[in-house]
């Protein structure tokens, strides 16, 4: 599978962004699908993330301002990101895997096994 993340962009404290990530295949073959964010010097965060058949799961920092859902239609994941702050700059990946986890790995990177090339989100004035 590949994945195509699109969005990011420059937006200023306060400002929202909404990312892509369009899968080459179809979506319902993978059970968990997420989005993680990775700043200069830093690992990769877990930021939230979509599944099957589990509730959505957001990491603390971002809950009540990012919003995950998925189109099965048309094969995407998207991530609303309204209220941006800039501790938020970051480069933002897709990354899925076909196999269940346990619900407190979800937002591991470690877990996954299939990512996207990423896409910047820069906030600032």
């Known amino acids: 599978v590949q994945l195509q993340a699109s969005g990011g962009g420059l937006v200023q404290p306060g400002g929202y962004l909404r990312l892509s990530c369009a899968f080459s295949g179809s979506i319902s073959d993978y059970y968990h699908i997420g989005w993680f964010r990775q700043a200069p010097g830093q690992g990769r965060e877990g930021v939230s993330v979509?599944?099957?058949?589990?509730?959505?799961k957001y990491a603390d920092s971002v809950k009540g301002r990012f919003t995950i859902s998925k189109d099965n239609a048309k094969n995407t994941v998207y991530l609303q990101m309204n209220d941006l702050k800039p501790e938020d700059t970051a480069v933002y990946y897709c990354?899925?895997?076909?196999?269940?986890?346990?619900?407190?790995?979800?937002?591991?990177?470690?877990?996954?096994?299939?990512w996207g090339q990423g896409t910047q989100v820069t906030v600032s004035s």
């Open positions: 990354g899925t895997r076909k196999g269940r986890v346990i619900l407190s790995a979800r937002l591991s990177a470690a877990q996954y096994e299939f």
């Open positions: 979509i599944s099957k058949h589990d509730p959505t």
